[in-house]
């Protein structure tokens, strides 16, 4: 399986690469990390890709970083249909205090725009 | 982007108050006092079809969880009898000085008048214990429940996705 993660910098994102990378662990899938451009996000993209370099070597498995630049969701969704991706993962969305889960913005995009498979990490 | 609206409280009901709900039920709306296990017994009891992002959650130990977290913030509940029916609740983002709300009501007590009651004691109660700018998010499908916040001064204040966010400032 050959897997892209969008990552924005956001906790769910971040949860979902460790998610990610377990799962790669176990099975030898074939990843690439693509660091966007997530306006809900606060940390910018060079602290957000150092950060994720700093995870994957961290887990110890083989992973290729991208930097995505534009919208987010419509340059995720670019880069894995015209990449042969079979699988588009993302964050599952923030929790309020009250504790509903509050779906993204990119997320929402991905899910409505993807002819690629999407997976939401909770 | 739009602005948060406005609710003036002053001609809501206070807590406690009764009333009769459209199927001629006497229901009281009381705050919250300790009556942990009449609110977990509707919780457990409720349709998971009218969860609404995830909450309440389903199984136990998360459920009490849940409910524990919320209980320390503003809570009207809706009785009928010994029955919870319907909870209301304000919780505080930390680092915020808005409030979110949120409102269940048993499926049995639904389409009754029992939200919208509710919801009105809940505000006007918030009101009194020092809450001003109130939030809260709501699946776009689910128009019962924007016309009710609509119906006591929210506003959309975020671009429409999949949810909806809505706020309001209490005044009188």
């Keep these: ?122 | 982007m739009n602005g948060e609206g406005i609710t003036d409280v002053s001609g809501f009901p206070e807590t406690p108050f009764e009333f009769d709900d459209g199927e001629g039920r006497a229901i009281e709306v009381r705050e919250y006092d300790g009556e942990r296990e009449a609110l977990l017994s509707m919780y457990e009891e409720f349709d998971p079809g009218d969860r609404a992002q995830g909450i309440p959650p389903v199984r136990g130990d998360a459920l009490e969880r849940w409910l524990e977290g919320i209980l320390e913030g503003v809570n009207t509940v809706a009785w009928d009898g010994n029955d919870a029916v319907g909870h209301a609740t304000l919780v505080g983002d930390e680092g915020m000085d808005a409030h979110e709300l949120a409102i269940f009501v048993a499926q049995s007590h639904q389409h009754a008048g029992v939200g919208s009651r509710l919801i009105r004691g809940v505000l006007s109660l918030a009101y009194d214990r020092g809450v001003r700018d109130v939030w809260l998010s709501v699946e776009r499908w689910n128009r019962a429940a924007v016309r009710l916040y609509n119906g006591v001064g929210f506003e959309k204040t975020r671009r429409e996705g999949f949810e909806i966010e809505m706020g309001t400032r209490l005044t009188v």
Aim: charged share 30%.
């Design chain 1, 1 to 122: 399986m050959k897997t892209v993660l969008g990552i924005g910098g956001t906790d769910d994102s971040i949860r979902a690469l460790e998610h990610t990378l377990d799962r790669v662990a176990e099975t030898g899938d074939e990843l690439t990390v693509a660091v966007i451009e997530n306006p809900d996000s606060t940390p910018a993209g060079d602290e957000v890709e150092d950060r994720v370099e700093g995870i994957i070597e961290e887990y110890g498995v083989d992973a290729d970083v991208v930097r995505l630049s534009g919208d987010p969701g419509s340059a995720l969704v670019e880069f894995a249909e015209s990449n042969g991706y079979d699988e588009i993962v993302l964050g599952g969305g923030e929790t309020s205090a009250m504790g509903k889960i509050q779906v993204g913005r990119v997320a929402e995009f991905v899910l409505l725009n993807s002819h690629t498979s999407v997976k939401l990490v909770r």
